[in-house]
């Protein structure tokens, strides 16, 4: 069983982080917030290193969690893969990533820019992982899984803290992959922002995290089609499911139609070129209007890291 996400780690989590990943910026626009009829406020985790949330728990994580010398195995889709290299090889740890081998080429150039290995397996992020587990049980390597390590969620964790403590909020919404991002982020709003509701979201491309939430059960499916890669989640982890429902109020789901409508809308208003994983929250909001109508909404603009074809296409729109 993991380690539950835990606030007291949450509140020292910083100390152990690159500054660089820390106090990014909450954006908001007024324009946007009459599209939306809500008002926005859009924490942009893309301006740093490696483009995303992501450095902040991978640094947590190598800080306490690697003995000296340790190599690490992991499977990525491409942002959480960054992050591990560049927290574990800087210091001193050798890092090899899974990807699919449909991954973002842009992502996989990042991770081994960053001095990872990495190896291209399966036609899914899933597919990827698995391949990913076996060759660290049978090389003797630790096998870091995204989503499993309390570190990771704890230190996304931390943008909640930022969060609450530089905004007031009634709603926040998150994107659901893995789960790290939720559990860090609903950990620290339920002890901060006790009042605000917290609303998980993943892609209808890629249903298996709500289907398993809203079960109380693992259900996973046999496919996972959606523009969003970084929350392209076929198999949920069992052994967090309990958590994660906790960590949340609901669970919605949204098509890329959406999705490609919210990275439009961020990009015009707010001059953010974010990949769809990151645009999930806004489409949430496009999707449901009612719902957010007149309430200060906070999301999460995780990751800023396009494919050419989706870049180009953003720019075209």
Same mark, same amino acid.
């Given at each position: 069983?993991?380690?539950?996400?835990?606030?007291?780690?949450?509140?020292?989590?910083?100390?152990?982080?690159?500054?660089?990943?820390?106090?990014?910026?909450?954006?908001?626009?007024?324009?946007?917030?009459?599209?939306?009829?809500?008002?926005?406020?859009?924490?942009?985790?893309?301006?740093?290193?490696?483009?995303?949330?992501?450095?902040?728990?991978?640094?947590?994580?190598?800080?306490?969690?690697?003995?000296?010398?340790?190599?690490?195995?992991?499977?990525?889709?491409?942002?959480?893969?960054?992050?591990?290299?560049?927290?574990?090889?800087?210091?001193?740890?050798?890092?090899?990533?899974?990807?699919?081998?449909?991954?973002?080429?842009?992502?996989? !150039?990042?991770?081994?820019? %960053?001095? *990872?290995?990495?190896?291209? $397996?399966?036609?899914?992020? @899933? #597919?990827?992982?698995?391949? +990913?587990?076996?060759?660290?049980?049978?090389?003797?390597?630790?096998?870091?899984?995204?989503?499993?390590?309390?570190?990771?969620?704890?230190?996304?964790?931390?943008?909640?803290?930022?969060?609450?403590?530089?905004?007031?909020?009634?709603?926040?919404?998150?994107?659901?992959?893995?789960?790290?991002?939720?559990?860090?982020?609903?950990?620290?709003?339920?002890?901060?922002?006790?009042?605000?509701?917290?609303?998980?979201?993943?892609?209808?491309?890629?249903?298996?995290?709500?289907?398993?939430?809203?079960?109380?059960?693992?259900?996973?499916?046999?496919?996972?089609?959606?523009?969003?890669?970084?929350?392209?989640?076929?198999?949920?982890?069992? !052994?967090?499911?309990?958590? %994660?429902? *906790?960590?949340?109020?609901? $669970?919605?789901?949204?098509? @890329? #139609?959406?999705?490609?409508? +919210?990275?439009?809308?961020?990009?015009?208003?707010?001059?953010?070129?974010?990949?769809?994983?990151?645009?999930?929250?806004?489409?949430?909001?496009?999707?449901?209007?009612?719902?957010?109508?007149?309430?200060?909404?906070?999301?999460?603009?995780?990751?800023?890291?396009?494919?050419?074809?989706?870049?180009?296409?953003?720019?075209?729109?």
């Amino acid at each position: 069983m993991p380690t539950l996400t835990r606030l007291d780690r949450i509140l020292a989590a910083s100390r152990h982080i690159d500054p660089v990943f820390l106090d990014s910026p909450a954006l908001t626009s007024n324009a946007l917030d009459a599209a939306l009829r809500c008002q926005l406020i859009a924490k942009d985790e893309t301006a740093n290193p490696i483009g995303s949330f992501k450095g902040r728990g991978t640094e947590l994580f190598a800080a306490l969690a690697l003995q000296p010398g340790e190599s690490v195995v992991c499977a990525s889709a491409g942002n959480f893969g960054q992050g591990l290299a560049r927290a574990a090889i800087r210091r001193g740890h050798a890092c090899t990533v899974f990807a699919a081998e449909t991954a973002n080429p842009v992502k996989v !150039a990042a991770m081994r820019k %960053l001095g *990872a290995e990495v190896r291209l $397996a399966g036609s899914d992020f @899933d #597919a990827a992982k698995d391949a +990913a587990r076996c060759h660290a049980a049978a090389s003797g390597l630790r096998f870091v899984e995204d989503g499993l390590e309390a570190e990771l969620a704890e230190g996304a964790g931390t943008l909640a803290l930022e969060l609450a403590g530089s905004a007031a909020f009634d709603v926040i919404v998150v994107q659901l992959g893995n789960g790290a991002l939720l559990a860090g982020v609903g950990t620290a709003i339920r002890h901060v922002a006790p009042h605000a509701e917290i609303i998980a979201v993943v892609a209808a491309g890629a249903p298996a995290m709500k289907l398993s939430i809203d079960a109380g059960r693992v259900i996973g499916t046999d496919h996972a089609d959606t523009i969003a890669d970084g929350i392209a989640v076929r198999v949920p982890i069992a !052994a967090t499911l309990a958590h %994660l429902r *906790a960590c949340c109020d609901d $669970a919605v789901a949204v098509s @890329d #139609a959406r999705i490609f409508e +919210a990275m439009r809308l961020i990009h015009h208003h707010l001059g953010v070129a974010v990949e769809p994983s990151g645009a999930v929250g806004v489409a949430a909001m496009l999707d449901d209007p009612e719902r957010f109508a007149g309430r200060r909404v906070a999301t999460i603009l995780c990751g800023g890291n396009l494919s050419p074809a989706m870049r180009e296409r953003l720019m075209a729109a």
